[in-house]
């Protein structure tokens, strides 16, 4: 296969002019010798100064302005490629117009021709790359910022949660500082009045058996206002003693109970079967999942519930119930009677410690059953509430924590 061949002159020259990149050729002294169509053109923007014929290392060095370092470098690096002390330059430099910005890349390389080495500079329009890069460096840069800015929020997020958790740990240690303290009020609370409880005792006891003396002693030589007034010493006594054994009652609940697996079943068949129940009752239970609980305050609950449903019975047959259902973590328990029942507006009334809603000739109390029956659940972590129709009939609601299984 021959080679092609090669192309006329005249298609070089044609080739040369087409080019977009301005280019011209350069003496060893700097002279422009030969340029393409392109450098024409921009020399004519110009003002001509860098034409075939004139000396374009004389421009660049006396070139002034911001243009006057990046003119400086091309004009050395022309010479030290005319020197062949280095085989290429390249600088990118701005060019701007009045109406557009521009960036260009200028490159010198060198040829021998005959026994001269002549440079070759050309300047390509670079000024989409550079903006597109520029924008890329703007859009980093943003960036950056804004890591920096998310990363400054972060860190004094992390700060404050810092500091929040400082605070935290601080509230968490007072709390516990005073929940320790208060605990040891409580202690000595339970204390003072299991002790006074224990003190009164005696000096009732005392007093209820030398009523009871004068009463035998001297009957039949009283008066009737004589007996009257022994008569409401004993009642006064009796119910001073009952008033002693409730705050006792009350105090030996005001220490945290610990808590163990308690089977309600037994507890209830033995609580049942001690209670002054009437003749015509009828009580029941379904089945009762274990739950966690201290066993001596599970019974004076269950004890002064049922104590209720008893002193509070309506002239039908006694009908006492005990439901229970496993909420989660919870058990809730429903005790319901068809006694005489309350106003729905009452339900919280009776919690309240020696509130009555019934005389005391008729129903007997202090009104401090409920309260101690409210203690008791809240010490075990659980909540407890009343549901009358006003009717008749009360449900008593309350939770205890489900033991594992």
Avoid at 238 to 245: C, G, P
Avoid at 251 to 267: D, I, W, Y
Avoid at 378 to 405: C, D, M, N, Y
Wanted: charged share 20%; glycine share 6%; hydrophobic share 40%.
């Amino acid at each position: 296969m021959s080679p092609l061949p090669l192309p006329p002159r005249r298609y070089l020259l044609e080739a040369f002019d087409a080019l977009l990149t301005q280019v011209a050729v350069l003496a060893p002294d700097g002279e422009i010798l030969e340029v393409n169509r392109a450098w024409s053109v921009f020399a004519e923007e110009s003002g001509g100064r860098d034409s075939v014929g004139s000396n374009y290392l004389q421009v660049c060095d006396a070139s002034r302005g911001p243009d006057e370092a990046d003119a400086h470098a091309t004009a050395a690096g022309i010479r030290a490629v005319l020197a062949d002390r280095q085989a290429a330059f390249e600088l990118e430099y701005p060019c701007d117009t009045p109406l557009q910005r521009r960036f260009f890349l200028v490159r010198v390389t060198s040829f021998q021709s005959g026994h001269q080495r002549l440079a070759m500079v050309a300047h390509e329009d670079i000024t989409r790359r550079k903006l597109a890069e520029l924008e890329v460096l703007a859009l980093n840069h943003s960036l950056e910022q804004r890591v920096a800015q998310r990363t400054a929020e972060l860190q004094a997020s992390e700060e404050a949660l810092t500091r929040l958790n400082v605070q935290l740990e601080a509230s968490q240690q007072a709390l516990e500082e005073k929940n320790q303290a208060l605990e040891a009020s409580n202690r000595d609370l339970a204390q003072f009045a299991f002790v006074a409880s224990h003190d009164l005792q005696e000096p009732l006891r005392t007093i209820g058996v030398y009523a009871d003396v004068l009463r035998h002693r001297y009957q039949g030589t009283l008066d009737a206002r004589a007996e009257g007034y022994l008569g409401h010493i004993g009642e006064q006594v009796k119910r001073a003693r009952h008033l002693v054994r409730d705050v006792l009652a009350l105090a030996r609940v005001s220490v945290q109970p610990e808590l163990q697996p308690l089977a309600l079943e037994p507890l209830w068949e033995e609580l049942t079967a001690s209670l002054p129940w009437p003749a015509d009752a009828h009580w029941q239970a379904g089945p009762l999942p274990p739950v966690l609980a201290e066993e001596s305050q599970v019974r004076q609950l269950l004890t002064n519930l049922l104590s209720n449903a008893i002193r509070f019975r309506s002239p039908a047959p006694l009908v006492v119930s005990l439901r229970a259902q496993v909420t989660g973590p919870d058990v809730q328990f429903s005790l319901q009677d068809n006694g005489i029942g309350l106003a729905p507006e009452h339900t919280e009334q009776v919690f309240v410690m020696f509130q009555r809603l019934h005389s005391r000739v008729e129903t007997g109390g202090n009104g401090i059953g409920l309260a101690v029956c409210r203690k008791i659940v809240e010490r075990h972590g659980g909540r407890i509430w009343l549901e009358s129709a006003g009717t008749g009939g009360t449900t008593v609601h309350f939770t205890l924590k489900a033991a594992p299984a």
